[in-house]
């Protein structure tokens, strides 16, 4: 079973084109992410969403909007695509706030913008 | 601004061997602390974790030490495996920070057989 996926898990794009990454989580948490992971690893959070409220929102271009239709779901719509968007992006969940709770990550979507 | 660890540099061990990686991270208030391992083409996977009120706890083959006062954290293996060669990550939870997780760049850990 897989506890976070996200879909595509490749993806390559012209600029200027609009994309969607899909997120899924079946393991009951409130709590999902996105994060953006560059060429030199650097793993980065983008967003955050609890039940279905943002809550989380970085320093990210407003191209990039997510959308939470249920607290299982966590979709990452990116508009007017640049270069510099190309990135591994990670969906990720966790149970709640606060305690000791580690955050689960999906696989990850390769995306190449060109 | 929040920097977590490394700047990716690579530790080569031979199989057999302890490994430790460390990581210095910056934020005072966090309160939480986790490493993650990275294999390629693949998501971060949970390792251990530990609370700033504790200075050490252990896994299976792993162990997680916390100096609050110097800010440092490290991840020791024992008896690297071949299995072990991944990229790790430290990250911080900033105490109210709605459980966001702050990452460093990871260490590349290489095990030789």
């Known amino acids: 079973d897989t506890a976070v996926s996200q879909t595509p898990k490749y993806l390559v794009t012209q600029m200027g084109n609009d994309k969607s990454i899909k997120c899924e989580q079946n393991?009951?948490?409130?709590?999902m992410y996105w994060y953006k992971q560059d060429s030199k690893k650097f793993l980065k959070i983008m967003f955050s969403?609890?039940?279905?409220?943002?809550?989380i929102n970085e320093t990210v271009p407003n191209r990039f909007s997510p959308k939470s239709p249920d607290k299982a779901h966590l979709n990452l719509h990116i508009n007017s695509l640049e270069l510099g968007d190309s990135a591994v992006y990670f969906c990720?969940?966790?149970?709640?706030?606060?305690?000791?709770?580690?955050?689960?990550f999906g696989q990850g979507t390769r995306l190449t913008v060109v | 601004g929040e920097s977590v660890g490394l700047h990716l540099p690579t530790l080569s061990v031979q199989e057999g061997d302890n490994s430790i990686i460390n990581c210095a991270y910056s934020?005072?208030?966090?309160?939480?602390f986790i490493w993650y391992k990275q294999e390629s083409g693949k998501g971060p996977q949970f390792i251990i974790d530990?609370?700033?009120?504790?200075d050490k706890r252990q896994g299976q083959r792993v162990t997680v030490l916390l100096n609050k006062t110097v800010k440092h954290l490290s991840l020791q293996i024992a008896a690297t495996q071949p299995g072990d060669s991944a990229v790790y990550f430290c990250?911080?939870?900033?105490?109210?920070?709605?459980?966001?997780?702050?990452f460093g760049a990871g260490t590349r850990l290489a095990v030789h057989p």
């Open positions: 969403y609890n039940n279905k409220e943002l809550i």
């Open positions: 530990i609370r700033s009120n504790m």
């Open positions: 990250a911080e939870r900033v105490a109210g920070g709605y459980n966001k997780l702050i």
């Open positions: 393991l009951g948490h409130d709590t």
């Open positions: 990720a969940s966790s149970p709640s706030q606060g305690g000791m709770t580690e955050a689960f």
């Open positions: 934020n005072s208030a966090s309160d939480y």
